[in-house]
């Protein structure tokens, strides 16, 4: 039998993780990339010997949807963000497995997103889309929240995501946002604002097939904020599968998937639980970045990239799994924060992380000679690593000694 042949668009960051678990499986994978050039964040991950071919860009989708036929492609799946929404439209061209085509635009821009949940009943933050920094103070007066969230319309990784109490601090947020580019180097022509929604945060991670919506975990986030208002990631955990309110989240993001069109693939829905309920802040198409899928493999026996592959290449073995999935003992995912901006010296820093009791993995992606800020997103994190243990009380220990590390200058001289 002839190996399955996927078009993988953006085989960058999670994407060279699926690409790995497609090869596993037997796949011949082919690469397209949605852009001539990319943010050097993603470049480097990028690993051409995986590929069977790599197409290269085309600006014209029909020309390449074109080659795709000829060339037998079965698959055509993203990568990573910047990937998506060339894959909806190759694979609608192609006449492959996709997505909604007509509901593209939901996917990508979190305002439109916003727009399609509350036209299908659906709770969804209150949002509005400015030009100038001016229109970002007025609707901050006159809106109502006393506290809101300023960001690019396709914003990615906390990039440029700011939490303002005030009008002056809206207004400059915008205006940090309408001067820069996204990570994926478009010029953003629009800031979003939305409500800032208390609660809890969370991310469901999901696996779709022919409109059929699988959950693959859920992990609940901890995050502090930078003086300037920046969300900072501080550390992951798997929810609690036996909490009623993660049983309402699996519904919710069930339903909102629907509505966005989401009829194939992966899903990495980031989610507040208010006080209203579940509400959506974020629609990956895709799978979640910044993770080492072995992890999750040997803790609980598959992970996200995995089980993409299989419903891809295998559905059997997605439909077979035990999901969602569920921990053999408590794991916790720590983001790594820089406070002193500087020259990284070496990954001396690496080795005496994974030296602590329960390090089961770290991953730097500072380099030694590269130039690193203070952290404010995730293309300025030094890296992650996971902690697990037979007690959360080992792990907080050594989450402890980690963050009392970073309070002296650890990753930079």
Request: net charge negative.
């Amino acid at each position: 039998m002839s190996a399955t042949r996927v078009a993988v668009v953006d085989g960058y960051s999670s994407g060279t993780h699926l690409v790995k678990e497609l090869l596993d499986r037997g796949a011949e994978v082919l690469h397209i990339r949605s852009s001539p050039t990319l943010n050097p964040y993603f470049e480097a991950t990028f690993r051409p010997a995986d590929y069977a071919e790599d197409l290269g860009h085309d600006p014209d989708p029909a020309v390449l949807a074109a080659r795709l036929t000829a060339l037998g492609v079965q698959h055509v799946v993203a990568g990573t963000e910047s990937g998506v929404a060339l894959a909806d439209r190759l694979a609608h061209l192609t006449g492959l497995p996709g997505n909604c085509p007509d509901l593209a635009t939901a996917r990508r821009s979190k305002f439109r997103m916003a727009e399609v949940l509350r036209a299908a009943g659906l709770d969804a933050p209150r949002s509005t889309l400015v030009t100038s920094a001016a229109e970002a103070a007025e609707w901050f007066t006159g809106s109502g929240p006393a506290t809101v969230v300023v960001k690019p319309v396709h914003s990615a990784g906390s990039d440029h995501v700011l939490i303002c109490r005030t009008a002056a601090e809206t207004s400059q947020a915008a205006a940090e946002v309408l001067g820069s580019a996204d990570l994926f180097g478009r010029r953003n022509e629009f800031a979003l604002l939305q409500e800032f929604l208390e609660g809890p945060e969370y991310y469901v991670n999901t696996v779709s097939v022919d409109g059929r919506h699988t959950v693959v975990e859920t992990w609940r986030y901890t995050k502090h904020r930078t003086p300037e208002g920046a969300p900072i990631f501080q550390f992951e955990e798997p929810a609690d599968l036996e909490d009623p309110t993660v049983g309402s989240i699996h519904s919710y993001v069930a339903k909102a998937l629907t509505a966005l069109g989401i009829r194939t693939g992966a899903g990495h829905s980031e989610v507040v639980l208010t006080a209203r309920g579940p509400v959506l802040i974020d629609p990956g198409a895709r799978l979640g970045g910044g993770v080492l899928p072995w992890v999750y493999a040997k803790l609980a026996g598959h992970s996200h990239a995995g089980l993409l592959a299989a419903s891809i290449t295998n559905p059997a073995e997605l439909h077979a799994a035990r999901l969602p999935l569920r921990f053999e003992q408590p794991i916790r995912y720590v983001s790594l924060v820089n406070h002193f901006p500087g020259t990284v010296r070496d990954q001396d820093w690496a080795r005496r992380l994974g030296e602590l009791p329960t390090a089961m993995a770290v991953a730097p992606v500072a380099r030694p000679g590269d130039e690193l800020p203070r952290t404010r997103d995730l293309l300025t994190s030094p890296g992650f690593l996971y902690l697990t243990a037979a007690t959360r009380q080992q792990i907080e220990a050594d989450y402890r000694t980690i963050r009392d590390w970073e309070s002296r200058p650890l990753y930079t001289s």
